[in-house]
Each structure stands twice: as C-alpha cells, then as structure tokens.
C-alpha cells in the first residue's frame, strides 16, 4: 500500500524504481525477515544531487516549513557536495512507511549497500524503545505544520513569523529525554481501548499541563532523587510543586502568548520530540545499519566480481575520521563486539575477574548468545547507555579511542589520554543528555512577581555565557516577564537575569 | 530545476547580505576583499549566523577521539573556524566562520543601499548590436519545435481561401509546408553606454604605503559600483611625480618614485588620452585623482585648474580629486580646487584622512549620481 503523500513524493523523482532493485529490495527484505529484522514497508526514491542536499536540509522532509535556516544547511551542504567534498548517499525518513532516498547515479554496489543500510535504520526506528512513541506518520505532520507556519505568515506577516520562529528554535532543545516513554506510552493506550480498571487508575487532569507534571513527577530520575535532598524545599503552592525538566513543555502549557504562537512553538516542540530520539542514538542507529548493511551484502547483495569496490565503499564508511569520532565505525565495532563477547561468554563475574591474560584469550563458553544480545541491545539502549554498558578496556585499546583537548599554549589540539576511563568518562560526557545541558522549571512565580526561574544542573562543564544571555532574551520573548537562570561559572553560582530591557547577573 | 528550498536559500541569502551591509564599514577598512580583485565573485567571510541555545561550552573539554598517535601528539591547529580536529559523534564545537560568496553585482548593490548612492544616468550613448533571448519574430523556416501553431492555420487559412479550396460547410484546413510558421529570435539594437575610468595618483616620495593602501581601496569600491552601471568599462591608470606616465594596474599601486610633483603633468596626459581615444560623445567617462596634496608651485596649480576647465572637464561625468592626508604633504591643492570651482557640478572633491574616511569619500564621490 502507498502512502497518501506517495504521490507527491513520487513528483520528485523522474525515475521509476527500476524493476532490477525492486527484486533486490524482495530479496533484502525477506534475508533480513528470516534473520529477525523487522524493517516494515520501505518506500525507495531516487533523487539528483541537489535534491538529495535539500531533503537532508529539511532534515529529510521536503515538506517542512518555511526557514531561513534550511536554506542555510542548503548552502553549506549544496556546496560542500559542488566541490567534491561531501556525497550524501542516503536519507532515511522515519515513517510509515518508511521513504528512503538514494543516489541517482551511484554505482549498483553503493545502490545496494546503501538499500541494505536502509533496512537496519527502519528496524531500528521500529524496535529501539526510544523511537516507540515517534510519530509514524510525520510527513503528513510536518506538511501540515508547514500549512499552518504560512497560514500564520499570511495572516501575521512574515517576518512576525518569522522572529517568532527563531525565538522559540533557541529554546528547541529544552526536552526531557524522559517524556519519550511518556508519550510512547500515550500513544499505545490511545491506540487501543484500556480496560475500565486501567482507566480508573489514571488520574484525569483537565489541564494539558497538569497531565504533563503528573508524567514529569512520576518519571524516576537521578534529578528527582537529588531534589529530595535538598534542604530548602519549595515552600507551599510554589508553581511549578517540582521542577521540570521539560521546560518547552512548561511554555507550551504555561506562557502567555496567543494562539498562532502557541502554536508554533506546538509544532517546534513536536518536531524536537521527533527528532530527539535520532540525536540520542546516532552510535546505535548507525553502528546497527553498518551491522546489517554487512551481512545482508555479503550473503545476498555480491557478485563475486563486485567484492572489491564493495569493500573499498565499506572501508569509507567505517574508516577512522583523522580526530573526529565516527559514529558508524564506534558504533559497527561494538556492535560486533557485543555479538562477539556473548556468543564466548566474555562476560559476567568471572570473566571480569579473571586476571589470567592467556586464559581470557582463549575464552569460549561457547554460549552462543550474541546475535540475541545485540538485539536486546538495539531494542533498549541509547548511546550513553551503550558506552556505559559495554565499552571494555580491551575495545578502547583495540579500536585506538583516546581523548584530546585544545591546548591553548600551543593552540593546538592535543592527544590528552588513553586511559580507559577518561576516555569513557568523556564520551558519556558528550553523550548523556544528547550533548545539551539539562535545565529544568523551577519557579514560574519567583520572587512572587511571576518571574521565570530556570536553573541548570550544572554537572562540571560551564554553558556559554554569551549564548546562555541571547537565549534568555528569547526565552523573555516567549514569557514576557523577567526570566532568570541558575548556574555556575567557572565555579561561582551564578544567577543571569533578563528583565526585558537589561541584563543583569549576581 | 526548481526546488522548494530556493526561497528558504533566497531568504537566508538575504539575510547574509543584510550582515555584509551591516559590516560594510569593517570590510572596507580591512580591505581584504580587494584582494580579490578580478575574480567574478567575492568571498566575504561572516560569523556564523546562528540561533542562540543553552549550550555547553565544549571549547575547554577534552573530547573523544580514534587513530593512531601518543599522548601529547598533536592532532591539528585549534583555529576557530576551521571546526579541525574537534568534534564528537558528529558534534561540531567551535566557532564556525561562515564563507558566504557574493557576484559583484551583489556586492555594489549592498553598497549602494549603504550609502544611498542615486544611480548613474549614462550620458551619450554608444549603440551597440544586442541579442535579446525573446522568440518574438516569424520566419518560415525553423525547427518544428518551433512551430507557431496559430500563425501557421491563419497561413493555411488564407491559403485555402484564396485558391478557393474552402469550404463553409466543411471547414477543414489542413496547412502544407509552405504554410508553416516558426518563431524565431528577434535581433534588437540595444543602446549600450560605454565608460572609462582614469585613475591618476601622485607617485612622489610624499606618497607612502599607507596612503597607496587606502587608493587602493576606495578604487576597487568606485570600480564595483561603475562596473554595475557600465557593462562596457575600461580602466587605465596614470602616475606621476615631476612628469606623468600610463601604467598598468599593478605598477599603478606599487611603483614608489621619489623626486618632485608636476600635477599638471597628469592631466595633461589625461586630456591627450581623451582626445585620442574617447570622445565624449561616445564615452561616460570619470577621472579620479589621488595625491597628497603637494604640487611644485602655485603656478603649475594654475596651471591645472586651465586645464580642468578647458580640457577635462567638458569631456568628464565626473572628476574627482581625492586628498589622502600624508605627514610630508602640505594638503595644499584642495582648497585651489576648492576655491576655483565652489559650485561645478562635475567636480567632487573629498579629503581622505585615513581608512575610516573611505566610505564617506566614495559617497562624496558617488552621491553626484553623475
């Protein structure tokens, strides 16, 4: 069955699917089925070149709404591709089904490589816990959101719009891991009829906020816990009881603003929660389609005569960029890793006791249980999770991980370390969270003049203080009464205030 | 081919262009972009254009990387801009410079808008033979294409009327070949003005590295703007200490000659080279004068002041003279022109006290509109 935006899509594109790739596709599709890949409907296109750089543009969504920013990722991109330095071989849309995008002109091999790659995302995007409250029909979503941004363009003006747009885009990445599950869950039970009894026991709010406290204050968390230990507990009737941490949730439900911009920052809030997911498992999503990408080739996607430029293709795809960290390869190994470690029982405590260098290189169990394990990995972890569970000192070795920072004397970047765990310290550091800084609702009514108060669970690294100011000037945009940010800089707690015409900071 | 990103490009381009014109001043004291003289665009480097966020400031962090090496190895330069060597898990820390490349139309028109320069009216028209792209003739032969469906049944139409071949009753017309009709491209004479710039420059020892630095500016701003008004512009430059010379671009700004000042030398040489070669009539024509201000004597002033007024002037748009304050030069020959010609149209005179003054020179010099 086709999707009903199919035929829009299918405008883009001037080549049919050849008949060659859709036997392919069956043949993919049904090796993956009998390994126990669950990849769904996928809906393949080819698009040009720049077609291919505007879709990654808007984030694979050729529909999206009208912003300057888009068109920014499109310079950058469209050039870099123009000049031969980047190529962009595929996009995946997370949705039902799934569209996936491939380069018109590439090579049979890379067509290949690249639909089998496709096949490990759409599993993943089905099976990975935090993709399981994900809108499965967001093209027609974000088509919508872009009817409405120009309604309101039309109606409002555009630049109005537009300034609005930018002011809440600065607060985008104010989500709450957390109220993923949440909403997976929601949309689970809105799915199907609950019971009577399940019905009782929800409380029912009528306040779309109150809904969202309740889920925020039930949700178990290293936050909650520390909050209890707080002395100075918030006094009585303090607004919001707890702090939140999903602080574009709060402004959603709580800022005085009007309709048209409740509901852009409605439809900004929707698409961060989209794509919140994606940013949290780029390692899995790529390290689990590299995995599959690998078999599904060598057993159903070669000819003989077609090994070497597969392999030359594959090396690029998982090669170690000179000082960046890529996702593919970190992600492919421990995959592998994983696979390899359980299928010889390298785990549990007596294999992490085990001091005796030859034995533990001679170890097999011969459980034979990796192939199950790395499932259950790709169904519940994210990539901090991932690292924290399964980065062994041998693999930082073996796949030559260190750490590096600039050091300002030399103004250079320096290797720092290899140490297994600063190494591992440093990339849950870059991990946790999605790389952003938690900050959470603490007081809607501070000092009694419904002043905003945020404060950031500062965690050793400081924020942008220039930033940090600019961002509060949008998110006075958004509250329109003095807003205020806890933190700490450079190990001074520090409050940052902006009343609207200055800032200040104590 | 048209795709939907092109008015999200188109807004974010105009966006850039609203930065560049907001730092227009900065680019032309830090001339860099005259470095670029020559090339068809210019590539003006801005900082990134982006939406503040609640971000962690990595800059001082370690970071996580992959490959070989040992501890105090150096991984790359820690330039701001170049994001090397930095990054995790796809992450770009650092300030990214943003490259944003403008044609010279571009450009010139964000100057314009700066200083609110009127546009040039051209002056005598030089008429020269332009194709326009419109298919708006009719000719019988051409590709099928081509065909112009309805001038060719009015041909058929009439044919068969006249030969008595039509019949009311049964109005069928079928065209042969010879009443085919094709579109075709339609030749038009398009008056295209013509122009020319005389850069002259005081090479004396007077004149330093400096004061040629800020020549060298102001001239590549003044020939963005006619180049935008011109198609067809031609540029040649005349240096001069004691007696005046033709010089080619790269002389022009980097011959140092020591010895006198005749500035009469120069235009006289001007003057020769209009009559030769670029009869008013024809010509759009603008000559820029830089000097420090010294001349030999008052009577070689005089001197130039008959020859503005009988030869120069007449023949010019537009004559500029444009004083760059120097620590040998007297400064002495703007107020004589100052004084001979208080109310020429055609005369525009500004001082040029250092970087900071070029944007209100050219405005001086281009806000005649001439």
């Given at each position: 069955?086709?999707?009903?935006?199919?035929?829009?899509?299918?405008?883009?594109?001037?080549?049919?699917?050849?008949?060659?790739?859709?036997?392919?596709?069956?043949?993919?599709?049904?090796?993956?089925?009998?390994?126990?890949?669950?990849?769904?409907?996928?809906?393949?296109?080819?698009?040009?070149?720049?077609?291919?750089?505007?879709?990654?543009?808007?984030?694979?969504?050729?529909?999206?709404?009208?912003?300057?920013?888009?068109?920014?990722?499109?310079?950058?991109?469209?050039?870099?591709?123009?000049?031969?330095?980047?190529?962009?071989?595929?996009?995946?849309?997370?949705?039902?089904?799934?569209?996936?995008?491939?380069?018109?002109?590439?090579?049979?091999?890379?067509?290949?490589?690249?639909?089998?790659?496709?096949?490990?995302?759409?599993?993943?995007?089905?099976?990975?816990?935090?993709?399981?409250?994900?809108?499965?029909?967001?093209?027609?979503?974000?088509?919508?959101?872009?009817?409405?941004?120009?309604?309101?363009?039309?109606?409002?003006?555009?630049?109005?719009?537009?300034?609005?747009?930018?002011?809440?885009?600065?607060?985008?990445?104010?989500?709450?891991?957390?109220?993923?599950?949440?909403?997976?869950?929601?949309?689970?039970?809105?799915?199907?009829?609950?019971?009577?009894?399940?019905?009782?026991?929800?409380?029912?709010?009528?306040?779309?906020?109150?809904?969202?406290?309740?889920?925020?204050?039930?949700?178990?968390?290293?936050?909650?816990?520390?909050?209890?230990?707080?002395?100075?507990?918030?006094?009585?009737?303090?607004?919001?009881?707890?702090?939140?941490?999903?602080?574009?949730?709060?402004?959603?439900?709580?800022?005085?603003?009007?309709?048209?911009?409740?509901?852009?920052?409605?439809?900004?809030?929707?698409?961060?929660?989209?794509?919140?997911?994606?940013?949290?498992?780029?390692?899995?999503?790529?390290?689990?389609?590299?995995?599959?990408?690998?078999?599904?080739?060598?057993?159903?996607?070669?000819?003989?005569?077609?090994?070497?430029?597969?392999?030359?293709?594959?090396?690029?795809?998982?090669?170690?960029?000179?000082?960046?960290?890529?996702?593919?390869?970190?992600?492919?190994?421990?995959?592998?890793?994983?696979?390899?470690?359980?299928?010889?029982?390298?785990?549990?405590?007596?294999?992490?006791?085990?001091?005796?260098?030859?034995?533990?290189?001679?170890?097999?169990?011969?459980?034979?249980?990796?192939?199950?394990?790395?499932?259950?990995?790709?169904?519940?972890?994210?990539?901090?999770?991932?690292?924290?569970?399964?980065?062994?000192?041998?693999?930082?070795?073996?796949?030559?991980?260190?750490?590096?920072?600039?050091?300002?004397?030399?103004?250079?970047?320096?290797?720092?370390?290899?140490?297994?765990?600063?190494?591992?310290?440093?990339?849950?550091?870059?991990?946790?969270?999605?790389?952003?800084?938690?900050?959470?609702?603490?007081?809607?009514?501070?000092?009694?003049?419904?002043?905003?108060?945020?404060?950031?669970?500062?965690?050793?690294?400081?924020?942008?203080?220039?930033?940090?100011?600019?961002?509060?000037?949008?998110?006075?945009?958004?509250?329109?009464?003095?807003?205020?940010?806890?933190?700490?800089?450079?190990?001074?707690?520090?409050?940052?205030?902006?009343?609207?015409?200055?800032?200040?900071?104590? | 081919?048209?795709?939907?990103?092109?008015?999200?490009?188109?807004?974010?381009?105009?966006?850039?262009?609203?930065?560049?014109?907001?730092?227009?001043?900065?680019?032309?004291?830090?001339?860099?972009?005259?470095?670029?003289?020559?090339?068809?665009?210019?590539?003006?480097?801005?900082?990134?254009?982006?939406?503040?966020?609640?971000?962690?400031?990595?800059?001082?962090?370690?970071?996580?990387?992959?490959?070989?090496?040992?501890?105090?190895?150096?991984?790359?330069?820690?330039?701001?801009?170049?994001?090397?060597?930095?990054?995790?898990?796809?992450?770009?820390?650092?300030?990214?410079?943003?490259?944003?490349?403008?044609?010279?139309?571009?450009?010139?028109?964000?100057?314009?808008?700066?200083?609110?320069?009127?546009?040039?009216?051209?002056?005598?028209?030089?008429?020269?033979?332009?194709?326009?792209?419109?298919?708006?003739?009719?000719?019988?032969?051409?590709?099928?294409?081509?065909?112009?469906?309805?001038?060719?049944?009015?041909?058929?139409?009439?044919?068969?009327?006249?030969?008595?071949?039509?019949?009311?009753?049964?109005?069928?017309?079928?065209?042969?070949?010879?009443?085919?009709?094709?579109?075709?491209?339609?030749?038009?004479?398009?008056?295209?003005?013509?122009?020319?710039?005389?850069?002259?420059?005081?090479?004396?020892?007077?004149?330093?590295?400096?004061?040629?630095?800020?020549?060298?500016?102001?001239?590549?701003?003044?020939?963005?703007?006619?180049?935008?008004?011109?198609?067809?512009?031609?540029?040649?430059?005349?240096?001069?200490?004691?007696?005046?010379?033709?010089?080619?671009?790269?002389?022009?700004?980097?011959?140092?000659?020591?010895?006198g000042t005749l500035i009469s030398s120069a235009y006289a040489l001007a003057s020769d080279m209009i009559k030769k070669d670029y009869p008013p009539d024809d010509w759009n024509l603008y000559l820029f004068h830089?000097?420090?201000?010294?001349?030999?004597?008052?009577?070689?002033?005089?001197?130039?002041?008959?020859?503005?007024?009988?030869?120069?002037?007449?023949?010019?748009?537009?004559?500029?003279?444009?004083?760059?304050?120097?620590?040998?030069?007297?400064?002495?020959?703007?107020?004589?022109?100052?004084?001979?010609?208080?109310?020429?149209?055609?005369?525009?005179?500004?001082?040029?006290?250092?970087?900071?003054?070029?944007?209100?020179?050219?405005?001086?010099?281009?806000?005649?509109?001439?």
């Amino acid at each position: 069955m086709r999707h009903p935006d199919a035929q829009a899509l299918r405008r883009l594109s001037f080549i049919p699917f050849p008949e060659e790739l859709v036997q392919v596709k069956r043949e993919f599709m049904a090796y993956a089925r009998k390994q126990g890949l669950d990849p769904g409907e996928i809906v393949f296109d080819f698009l040009s070149p720049s077609q291919i750089s505007e879709a990654a543009s808007y984030d694979g969504f050729p529909g999206r709404y009208p912003h300057w920013r888009f068109g920014m990722a499109f310079d950058q991109l469209d050039k870099s591709r123009s000049w031969g330095l980047s190529t962009i071989y595929e996009m995946v849309v997370n949705n039902q089904p799934a569209y996936a995008y491939l380069l018109e002109g590439s090579t049979p091999v890379v067509v290949r490589m690249v639909m089998a790659h496709v096949l490990g995302h759409c599993d993943f995007f089905r099976h990975n816990a935090f993709f399981l409250g994900t809108n499965r029909n967001m093209l027609n979503e974000m088509a919508n959101h872009a009817a409405r941004v120009k309604r309101y363009q039309n109606r409002h003006g555009f630049e109005r719009v537009e300034r609005f747009l930018d002011t809440c885009l600065s607060l985008e990445n104010l989500v709450d891991p957390n109220l993923l599950f949440w909403r997976a869950r929601e949309k689970e039970s809105s799915g199907a009829p609950r019971d009577d009894a399940a019905k009782q026991a929800e409380p029912r709010f009528s306040s779309t906020y109150l809904t969202s406290y309740y889920r925020t204050a039930r949700t178990p968390s290293a936050a909650a816990k520390e909050r209890k230990a707080e002395p100075e507990s918030p006094p009585l009737k303090a607004f919001p009881e707890r702090p939140l941490r999903g602080v574009l949730d709060f402004l959603v439900d709580q800022a005085p603003l009007e309709d048209w911009e409740r509901d852009i920052l409605e439809i900004v809030r929707e698409e961060a929660y989209y794509f919140l997911p994606q940013r949290l498992t780029k390692i899995m999503n790529e390290g689990w389609a590299v995995f599959w990408h690998t078999r599904i080739m060598v057993a159903k996607g070669l000819r003989p005569s077609e090994l070497v430029e597969y392999s030359d293709e594959n090396s690029k795809i998982i090669a170690a960029w000179p000082g960046r960290l890529n996702p593919y390869r970190l992600g492919y190994f421990l995959f592998e890793d994983i696979r390899d470690r359980w299928d010889k029982g390298r785990h549990g405590p007596e294999w992490e006791t085990c001091q005796d260098r030859a034995r533990r290189e001679r170890w097999d169990t011969r459980e034979r249980h990796g192939m199950e394990k790395v499932f259950e990995v790709r169904s519940a972890f994210d990539d901090a999770q991932l690292l924290d569970a399964f980065l062994t000192p041998e693999f930082v070795i073996k796949s030559r991980l260190f750490t590096f920072r600039l050091n300002p004397r030399q103004g250079a970047y320096v290797l720092e370390s290899r140490e297994f765990q600063k190494v591992k310290s440093t990339l849950l550091a870059h991990l946790t969270n999605g790389g952003e800084p938690v900050l959470e609702v603490v007081d809607a009514n501070h000092a009694n003049r419904s002043e905003l108060l945020l404060r950031h669970l500062h965690d050793g690294v400081d924020l942008k203080v220039g930033e940090a100011r600019q961002t509060l000037h949008a998110l006075h945009h958004v509250w329109r009464r003095p807003v205020n940010l806890q933190t700490v800089f450079q190990g001074q707690p520090k409050t940052y205030t902006f009343d609207g015409s200055r800032d200040t900071e104590q | 081919m048209t795709l939907r990103i092109h008015s999200d490009h188109a807004r974010f381009r105009s966006i850039v262009k609203g930065r560049v014109r907001e730092n227009l001043r900065r680019f032309i004291v830090q001339g860099d972009l005259v470095a670029q003289h020559g090339r068809k665009k210019v590539a003006i480097p801005l900082k990134e254009i982006r939406l503040p966020k609640f971000e962690y400031s990595w800059e001082d962090q370690p970071q996580a990387g992959q490959g070989e090496g040992k501890e105090g190895d150096v991984l790359g330069t820690g330039k701001p801009g170049e994001g090397e060597g930095a990054g995790e898990a796809g992450d770009q820390p650092g300030e990214h410079a943003l490259e944003v490349e403008l044609t010279l139309e571009e450009l010139a028109q964000i100057l314009g808008e700066e200083l609110e320069l009127p546009r040039i009216q051209p002056r005598g028209q030089k008429v020269l033979t332009s194709y326009t792209g419109r298919f708006t003739g009719i000719r019988r032969t051409g590709p099928e294409s081509l065909v112009h469906f309805k001038r060719t049944f009015k041909a058929a139409l009439r044919r068969t009327i006249s030969s008595g071949e039509y019949n009311a009753g049964d109005p069928l017309v079928v065209p042969v070949r010879e009443d085919k009709r094709y579109r075709a491209r339609k030749e038009v004479l398009l008056p295209q003005s013509a122009a020319a710039i005389l850069y002259m420059m005081d090479v004396s020892g007077s004149m330093g590295e400096e004061q040629k630095e800020i020549v060298r500016i102001e001239a590549f701003w003044i020939d963005l703007w006619l180049r935008s008004h011109y198609k067809n512009l031609q540029i040649r430059y005349i240096t001069h200490d004691a007696e005046a010379r033709e010089v080619d671009r790269d002389t022009f700004f980097k011959s140092m000659e020591s010895g006198g000042t005749l500035i009469s030398s120069a235009y006289a040489l001007a003057s020769d080279m209009i009559k030769k070669d670029y009869p008013p009539d024809d010509w759009n024509l603008y000559l820029f004068h830089f000097s420090d201000g010294d001349n030999w004597s008052d009577e070689d002033s005089a001197h130039c002041v008959d020859l503005m007024n009988q030869r120069l002037l007449p023949a010019a748009n537009l004559f500029a003279y444009g004083q760059v304050k120097s620590a040998y030069g007297s400064g002495a020959f703007y107020p004589i022109l100052e004084k001979a010609f208080p109310e020429q149209e055609n005369v525009a005179l500004s001082k040029i006290d250092d970087k900071e003054h070029i944007l209100d020179s050219i405005r001086e010099f281009l806000g005649k509109g001439r």
